[in-house]
């Protein structure tokens, strides 16, 4: 057992240099996960707060340009692509494009402070070439808010793990901590996606929210669309 915490240990160790870059890469593959992770690595100090910010922060927004650029040049073969012959991801498409023609650009703002909508909606906005400078507008304001709540549960996680490791100094115990923390975090990552995916009517979700913050919307993203 002591063999394999050690070569566990030793393994970890020798990616540190490489979290950078892991986390850059895993923004575009799995960005919610990354980003909790980040956070997570940011409160246990294995890697810095302003580096791992802006690193978390331009994964994100790069990856919201990626998939407005798979729309823009695919068009609707990209939407096609997407739902790939999934009813559930069909009916999702529709309630978008629903949402996305009464509300234009504050759809791609609220969509990036979730994680089910978001790139059904970015390839969207691409194929209907949805103006660049408005998408950037929404898409870098949306990523720094989403970076921070998402990276902010991370480094909650991170916070309780250090606070166990300082309580039990025994390694095992610290191995098992480790492993109910990401157990809860994968938990949580599949219990909220499930509810996005299966319950969450866009179009209502946004009128409720346009009812109830007319006025802040009018003024932070200006007429609609």
Avoid at 77 to 85: E, H, K, M
Avoid at 141 to 158: D, K, M, R
Wanted: aromatic share 16%; no cysteine; glycine share 12%.
């Amino acid at each position: 057992m002591e063999a394999l915490i050690q070569t566990l240990q030793g393994y970890i160790g020798s990616i540190d240099q490489y979290w950078y870059l892991i986390l850059f890469v895993g923004l575009f593959i799995e960005g919610f996960s990354a980003l909790l992770i980040g956070g997570f690595l940011i409160s246990i100090g294995a890697i810095a707060l302003v580096p791992g910010i802006i690193v978390l922060s331009a994964g994100e927004i790069l990856a919201g340009y990626m998939w407005y650029g798979v729309g823009a040049w695919g068009g609707t073969a990209s939407l096609q692509w997407f739902v790939r012959g999934r009813p559930s991801r069909e009916r999702l498409l529709t309630r978008v494009r629903k949402a996305f023609e009464q509300y234009g650009g504050a759809v791609i703002f609220l969509a990036k402070v979730t994680f089910s909508i978001t790139i059904v909606t970015q390839i969207l906005a691409g194929s209907l070439k949805y103006p660049f400078k408005k998408f950037s507008l929404y898409n870098i304001t949306g990523s720094l808010i989403w970076v921070g709540i998402v990276a902010g549960f991370g480094f909650f996680f991170g916070a309780s793990y250090q606070a166990f490791v300082d309580y039990w100094d025994s390694v095992s115990n610290m191995i098992m901590v480790a492993l109910v923390t990401i157990a809860l975090v994968m938990l949580f990552r599949s219990l909220f996606r499930s509810v996005i995916t299966e319950y969450l009517d866009v179009a209502e979700g946004i009128e409720r929210i346009h009812t109830i913050s007319h006025r802040w919307l009018r003024k932070l993203f200006g007429p609609h669309e």
